[in-house]
């Protein structure tokens, strides 16, 4: 990085900017409490600094932990500590459309993440140590124990009607959740406690005792994870959903011991992409910028059919096996021909263990499947779910184990007379 040269005011306040600095580390999601913010105020008393680039280190040393955790901290310790274009930076990086900086420079992984951590606080605060507190100043106390709280409107709140501020909290929420699935039993035994009586294990040990049976062997059926496929569509109708669903699905493939053997992701408008490498990067942001620099088709036109066509043609037979489960994410939109559309669903459909489709049209209470794509789709998935809200995913989370989950399709299927 640019070290840019390092300007100390006549009347420094370095311990309170430190203090602040690490705050919007922390609302970054770097994990800083009050212990590590005096060690990087006495590691800065302590090593001093005559360079820019000492004190970036002596702060990394002492914030940073995680390989992850490296480009938050550049990008926050860049707009925050007093580069040229500071505001104009963060501005273009949480509004997109703002020309000047983001036609000079292109977004780095992480920036937006930075600006909205900084931003989150508006400015830093004027910390004056000489100021006394007004003895005379009235303290109101709220009771909010009856409110609903902010987390339980945002989870019913539409992705696309959020802003800035309710996306960024979103993401947060969504980090946090996890998609928890059911083993599943196979052919093949090991011995357990209780079970199935296991004669040859019995008799060999009654062997060893003369012929007595002194105790029964058990076996029961080995259990293991099934794999999640995941079809995302990144076409313009649905890049919104898209963006954070993947951030969804990030926080489930890097989650230990969710349940999942591997989870593989695809996205597709005109073209099918692999994007499962990318997910298994640490920092959402990087694994992200990764996906969507792979693939070439986002907010474009979609081709379902055909794209699903590519993917039971050259990958179903890789990451299908095994009882997986297939969640598709589409609005079903397809202007190509239903006929072969239906035939791809189908042969999708029969190598999946389940076909779980989340369409975020289905926010919509008068949502009927007039579209040809959406009728020659439906009769060939297990569930049909909604998938526009923290609290759809969350209702996903719960009957994703469910075989006898079907969603809204018993109820659309009549209204196609199927």
Same mark, same amino acid.
């Given at each position: 990085?640019?070290?840019?040269?390092?300007?100390?005011?006549?009347?420094?306040?370095?311990?309170?900017?430190?203090?602040?600095?690490?705050?919007?580390?922390?609302?970054?999601?770097?994990?800083?409490?009050?212990?590590?913010?005096?060690?990087?105020?006495?590691?800065?008393?302590?090593?001093?600094?005559?360079?820019?680039?000492?004190?970036?280190?002596?702060?990394?040393?002492?914030?940073?932990?995680?390989?992850?955790?490296?480009?938050?901290?550049?990008?926050?310790?860049?707009?925050?500590?007093?580069?040229?274009?500071?505001?104009?930076?963060?501005?273009?990086?949480?509004?997109?459309?703002?020309?000047?900086?983001?036609?000079?420079?292109?977004?780095?992984?992480?920036?937006?993440?930075?600006?909205?951590?900084?931003?989150?606080?508006?400015?830093?605060?004027?910390?004056?140590?000489?100021?006394?507190?007004?003895?005379?100043?009235?303290?109101?106390?709220?009771?909010?124990?009856?409110? +609903?709280?902010?987390?339980?409107? $945002?989870?019913?709140? %539409?992705?696309?009607?959020?802003?800035? @501020?309710?996306? *960024?909290? !979103?993401?947060?929420?969504?980090?946090?959740?996890?998609?928890?699935?059911?083993?599943?039993?196979?052919?093949?035994?090991?011995?357990?406690?209780?079970?199935?009586?296991?004669?040859?294990?019995?008799?060999?040990?009654?062997?060893?005792?003369?012929?007595?049976?002194?105790?029964?062997?058990?076996?029961?059926?080995?259990?293991?994870?099934?794999?999640?496929?995941?079809?995302?569509?990144?076409?313009?109708?649905?890049?919104?959903?898209?963006?954070?669903?993947?951030?969804?699905?990030?926080?489930?493939?890097?989650?230990?011991?969710?349940?999942?053997?591997?989870?593989?992701?695809?996205?597709?408008?005109?073209?099918? +992409?692999?994007?499962?490498?990318? $997910?298994?990067?640490? %920092?959402?942001?990087?694994?992200?910028? @990764?996906?969507? *620099?792979? !693939?070439?088709?986002?907010?474009?036109?979609?081709?379902?059919?055909?794209?699903?066509?590519?993917?039971?043609?050259?990958?179903?037979?890789?990451?299908?096996?095994?009882?997986?489960?297939?969640?598709?994410?589409?609005?079903?939109?397809?202007?190509?021909?239903?006929?072969?559309?239906?035939?791809?669903?189908?042969?999708?459909?029969?190598?999946?263990?389940?076909?779980?489709?989340?369409?975020?049209?289905?926010?919509?209470?008068?949502?009927?499947?007039?579209?040809?794509?959406?009728?020659?789709?439906?009769?060939?998935?297990?569930?049909?779910?909604?998938?526009?809200?923290?609290?759809?995913?969350?209702?996903?989370?719960?009957?994703?184990?469910?075989?006898?989950?079907?969603?809204?399709?018993?109820?659309?299927?009549?209204?196609?007379?199927?």
């Amino acid at each position: 990085m640019e070290h840019i040269p390092l300007e100390v005011p006549e009347n420094p306040r370095l311990a309170g900017n430190i203090t602040h600095f690490a705050r919007a580390l922390r609302r970054a999601g770097l994990p800083i409490g009050p212990g590590r913010v005096i060690d990087a105020i006495r590691a800065v008393e302590v090593a001093g600094f005559t360079e820019r680039r000492d004190f970036y280190w002596t702060l990394h040393a002492c914030f940073v932990n995680r390989p992850e955790h490296r480009v938050i901290f550049r990008q926050i310790f860049r707009l925050y500590w007093r580069d040229p274009r500071y505001l104009e930076h963060m501005m273009a990086a949480m509004l997109p459309a703002i020309r000047g900086v983001q036609e000079e420079r292109a977004g780095q992984a992480g920036e937006k993440r930075a600006a909205e951590a900084l931003l989150d606080g508006a400015e830093a605060p004027d910390f004056d140590m000489d100021q006394d507190e007004d003895e005379g100043e009235t303290q109101i106390e709220v009771d909010a124990s009856f409110t +609903t709280s902010s987390e339980e409107k $945002l989870k019913t709140l %539409d992705f696309e009607q959020m802003s800035t @501020a309710e996306m *960024a909290q !979103a993401k947060r929420m969504l980090a946090r959740m996890r998609l928890p699935v059911e083993p599943m039993a196979t052919r093949r035994m090991q011995a357990a406690l209780r079970g199935r009586v296991d004669p040859a294990k019995t008799l060999r040990a009654a062997m060893r005792t003369g012929g007595e049976i002194r105790a029964i062997a058990h076996r029961a059926p080995r259990k293991r994870w099934p794999n999640l496929v995941v079809l995302c569509d990144i076409s313009g109708s649905m890049s919104q959903y898209s963006r954070v669903v993947l951030h969804f699905l990030h926080a489930v493939s890097n989650a230990k011991g969710a349940g999942w053997a591997k989870v593989h992701a695809f996205t597709f408008g005109t073209r099918l +992409t692999n994007i499962t490498r990318h $997910l298994d990067h640490r %920092d959402v942001d990087a694994a992200l910028a @990764a996906a969507g *620099a792979e !693939a070439q088709d986002w907010e474009g036109g979609t081709r379902i059919g055909e794209c699903i066509e590519a993917f039971n043609r050259d990958w179903s037979r890789r990451v299908l096996g095994q009882g997986a489960v297939v969640l598709l994410i589409t609005d079903g939109l397809d202007r190509g021909a239903p006929d072969v559309l239906a035939k791809q669903m189908q042969r999708l459909h029969l190598s999946a263990k389940r076909l779980i489709w989340l369409n975020p049209l289905l926010r919509w209470d008068e949502f009927a499947p007039k579209a040809r794509g959406i009728a020659a789709m439906l009769p060939h998935v297990d569930s049909f779910r909604a998938g526009h809200s923290i609290a759809s995913l969350e209702e996903l989370a719960e009957v994703i184990s469910r075989k006898d989950d079907v969603g809204e399709k018993a109820r659309l299927m009549k209204l196609i007379g199927q």
